[in-house]
């Protein structure tokens, strides 16, 4: 599997360390009625088939954190991106 | 810190001159350690990426290595001098203490290389002035082209005794000098 990194190019999948769904978002409130959201955020991930996005670290290249999106049954790559810009783009939709 | 202290190689007992492995002919390659050497990394501050790129662009006699996301490895210059040209832009940190820089050059030294890494190292697509980050044996490499048939490998002080071994090892085959 091949991840192209937007900072090293076309590097191996051994050099990237993933680190679960990018797609989750912490909840912003302390306020304890809303414990379910944090156990949801805390435990509860899915594991879908298909299209998935997903943190990597190219721990052994740039150092860079990335959202790398792909498709868990075929592990065709559609994009990878900073995950700096990802949470950009989060925040601006 | 004292400046009087005098840096030791780590390499200083390793890498023994000679000719070694295959020898007819001329040799692969030839390797040498870079030392000393004045080495500070550098990072951007938040939004200085652009002014710091410039900043050192301009910078004459420093030796500029690109080492990540607006990060680089700033050579020749003494850190007091970096820090202080740099305020403001980005941090800085001495690695010349940290980091051992091997020198390799010569007919065979893709082939050398292609044995550790999976970067693209044909001139075409990764000119000289280009550096890439990369593992070799396991151990993480700041590779960067100085030269047609001319590398420096970058590694942290603690492997650089492995690294060589696994670096000659790999170069015996065409025949390696040591200078």
């Known amino acids: 599997?091949?991840?192209?990194?937007?900072?090293?190019?076309?590097?191996?999948?051994?050099?990237?360390?993933?680190?679960?769904?990018?797609?989750?978002?912490?909840?912003?409130?302390?306020?304890?009625?809303?414990?379910?959201?944090?156990?949801?955020?805390v435990y509860l991930r899915d594991n879908p088939k298909g299209r998935f996005d997903e943190?990597?670290?190219?721990?052994?290249?740039?150092r860079a954190w990335l959202v790398v999106t792909r498709d868990t049954q075929t592990h065709e790559i559609f994009n990878v991106v900073t995950a700096r810009d990802y949470a950009k783009k989060r925040v601006a939709s | 810190m004292p400046d009087n202290f005098q840096r030791v190689s780590p390499l200083a007992d390793i890498a023994i001159q000679g000719r070694f492995g295959a020898d007819h002919g001329a040799p692969g390659v030839t390797l040498s350690v870079r030392h000393p050497v004045l080495i500070a990394t550098v990072i951007a501050r938040k939004g200085k990426a652009k002014a710091l790129a410039d900043a050192l662009k301009s910078w004459r006699g420093a030796t500029v290595q690109w080492a990540g996301a607006e990060q680089y490895f700033l050579l020749d210059?003494?850190?007091?001098?970096?820090?202080?040209?740099?305020?403001?832009?980005?941090?800085?940190?001495?690695?010349?203490?940290?980091?051992?820089?091997?020198?390799?050059?010569?007919?065979?030294?893709?082939?050398?290389?292609?044995?550790?890494?999976?970067?693209?190292?044909?001139?075409?697509?990764?000119?000289?002035?280009?550096?890439a980050l990369t593992q070799m044996a396991h151990v993480g490499v700041h590779l960067t082209r100085v030269g047609?048939?001319?590398?420096?490998?970058?590694?942290?002080?603690?492997?650089?005794?492995?690294?060589?071994?696994?670096?000659?090892?790999?170069?015996?085959?065409?025949?390696?000098?040591?200078i």
């Not at chain 1, 990194?5 to 009625?33: L, M, Y």
């Not at chain 2, 390799?104 to 030294?109: A, F, L, N, Y």
């Not at chain 2, 690294?163 to 170069?171: G, I, N, R, S």
């Open chain 1, 55 to 62: 943190y990597a670290h190219h721990s052994s290249g740039c």
């Open chain 1, 1 to 41: 599997m091949l991840i192209k990194c937007p900072h090293c190019g076309t590097r191996p999948v051994e050099e990237f360390t993933f680190n679960g769904d990018a797609s989750i978002q912490r909840p912003t409130s302390n306020d304890p009625a809303t414990m379910d959201q944090w156990f949801d955020y």
């Open chain 2, 77 to 131: 210059k003494p850190f007091d001098e970096v820090r202080k040209k740099l305020e403001g832009l980005a941090s800085c940190s001495d690695q010349s203490h940290g980091r051992v820089i091997i020198r390799i050059e010569g007919p065979k030294v893709r082939q050398v290389l292609c044995k550790g890494t999976p970067v693209d190292l044909h001139e075409s697509g990764f000119e000289i002035g280009k550096s």
């Open chain 2, 148 to 178: 047609r048939d001319a590398f420096e490998l970058s590694v942290f002080r603690g492997f650089s005794e492995s690294f060589w071994e696994w670096l000659t090892e790999k170069a015996e085959e065409f025949g390696y000098q040591v």
